[in-house]
T-cell receptor, first 111, second 115 residues
Framework: QQPVQSPQAVILREGEDAVINCSSSKALYSVHWYRQKHGEAPVFLMILLKGGEQKGHEKISASFNEKKQQSSLYLTASQLSYSGTYFCGTEIRGATNKLIFGTGTLLAVQP | DTGVSQDPRHKITKRGQNVTFRCDPISEHNRLYWYRQTLGQGPEFLTYFQNEAQLEKSRLLSDRFSAERPKGSFSTLEIQRTEQGDSAMYLC?????????????FGDGTRLSIL
């Protein structure tokens, strides 16, 4: 039931782009994206509903394909501050109100 | 606007002892969630409240775990007869109620270590 994220880890140089994917085996109502730095709380990035695409903030955007039960997070012109572990949190149709978090993607941005 | 506050930040206890954690959500949020996170994993849902009502509890949660939100404001999570496997970060989150369109804001968590 846990969504699978890919890649598991990625190393970037500042200014490079990255894509993080989240794939669920269940029909989804919404997808939430979070970034968590070591020892800190997960920080909300954005929510996607019903196949909509929403730009959160800075140079981070995401898409949600309801039919494929997938979401992707796009980070462009990465900055050092983007480093951390990214999690997708999914709300499953018929079981909303709680998030099922994905396996996580560790992103390291180097100077 | 203060964020979600959790207390204590760290708790070390011996196996078999009881522990209680507190969470103060963002003041206008009527939903409150508890999650557990182990190293390298995403947060795992435990339970959630809407106001003072506990509406869902994970089937993974043993009877040793209990949570309350007596006045619809702060919440407590108690673990009785702690076991080694209870060692984890316990995260609290809160949100407004809006059918999943509202973000959950997390506190910094309580890290529990069982000796």
């Amino acid at each position: 039931q846990q969504p699978v994220q890919s890649p598991q880890a990625v190393i970037l140089r500042e200014g490079e782009d990255a894509v993080i994917n989240c794939s669920s085996s269940k029909a989804l109502y919404s997808v939430h994206w979070y970034r968590q730095k070591h020892g800190e709380a997960p920080v909300f990035l954005m929510i996607l509903l019903k196949g909509g695409e929403q730009k959160g903030h800075e140079k981070i955007s995401a898409s949600f394909n309801e039919k494929k039960q997938q979401s992707s997070l796009y980070l462009t012109a990465s900055q050092l501050s983007y480093s951390g572990t990214y999690f997708c949190g999914t709300e499953i149709r018929g079981a909303t109100n709680k998030l099922i978090f994905g396996t996580g993607t560790l992103l390291a941005v180097q100077p | 606007d203060t964020g979600v506050s959790q207390d204590p930040r760290h708790k070390i206890t011996k196996r078999g002892q009881n522990v209680t954690f507190r969470c103060d959500p963002i003041s206008e949020h009527n939903r409150l969630y508890w999650y557990r996170q182990t190293l390298g994993q995403g947060p795992e849902f435990l339970t959630y409240f809407q106001n003072e009502a506990q509406l869902e509890k994970s089937r993974l949660l043993s009877d040793r775990f209990s949570a309350e939100r007596p006045k619809g404001s702060f919440s407590t999570l108690e673990i009785q007869r702690t076991e080694q496997g209870d060692s984890a970060m316990y995260l609290c989150a809160s949100s407004l109620e809006d059918g999943g369109r509202q973000p959950q804001h997390f506190g910094d968590g309580t890290r529990l270590s069982i000796l």
